[in-house]
């Protein structure tokens, strides 16, 4: 079941038909065409193994944590299909061989859960696991900020909040482990 450009096109029409637009328009004509683009590169974390990215591997022994904070971070969320959007943090601990991946593959992980219809919770999990299952780390603590569409733009019209999520996992479910991750997560802001 992979991606069905001319599927997303055909219901990108019908629904420009749905919602009392004419597709025929002159602005419009193109849009099954890019929105068949648009999906392709937004929902592209569908037909990926995200995990993959973590699995290559520095022998560069390194046991004290190693923190990427204010990734970037666009998903979509399931239910209304609206972007929420805002920055992931990952802090880790090695696993005792002392592997270490590369700082950019973090990035790659969050995109490719990211980049799929999503829940934040979920997401946030998502991350957290893989770096225990597939890089074998101690401890990780993932934090995700961000704003939903679907809060700001419509129903319940609140612009400017932010849910923000974490999961933790091994190590840095230690409290004092945990507590410097979150200072140096925080530490821009004080
Ligand atoms: N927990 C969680 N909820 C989300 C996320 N993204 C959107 N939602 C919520 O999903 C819920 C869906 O609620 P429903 O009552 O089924 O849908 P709705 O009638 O459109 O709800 P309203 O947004 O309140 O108008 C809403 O409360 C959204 O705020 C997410 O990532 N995590
Ligand atoms: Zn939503």
């Known amino acids: 079941m992979g991606y069905d450009a001319e599927g997303v096109r055909r ?3 019908d629904l420009l038909v ?21 999906y392709a590169e937004m929902f592209s974390g569908l037909g990926e193994d995200p995990g993959s990215h973590v699995e ?16 970037p971070m666009y998903s979509v969320c399931e239910h209304h299909l609206l972007p929420f959007h805002g920055a992931a943090h990952v802090a880790y601990i090695p696993g005792e061989d ?3 991946t ?21 997401l946030t999990a998502q991350v957290a696991d893989a770096m225990v299952e597939r890089l074998g780390v101690q401890g990780v603590l993932v934090v995700v900020e961000a704003e939903h569409l679907c809060m700001s733009m419509r129903g319940v019209h609140k612009p400017g909040s ?10 840095l479910r230690n ?14 802001r004080s």
């Open 102 to 122: 590369g700082l950019s593959k973090l990035a790659r992980l969050v995109d490719g859960y990211a980049r799929r219809p999503q829940v934040q919770e979920r």
């Open 162 to 171: 932010n849910t923000v999520t974490s999961a933790v996992r091994g190590q």
């Open 98 to 100: 002392g592997r270490i």
């Open 18 to 38: 749905a919602i009392g637009e004419d597709p025929q328009r002159d602005g419009l004509r193109e849009t099954p065409e890019r929105m068949a683009r648009a």
């Open 56 to 71: 290559k591997v520095f022998d560069v022994a390194h046991e004290e944590m190693v923190l990427v904070r204010d990734i």
């Open 11 to 13: 219901a990108v029409h």
């Open 175 to 188: 409290a004092a482990t945990r507590a410097e991750a979150m200072s140096l997560i925080l530490g821009r």
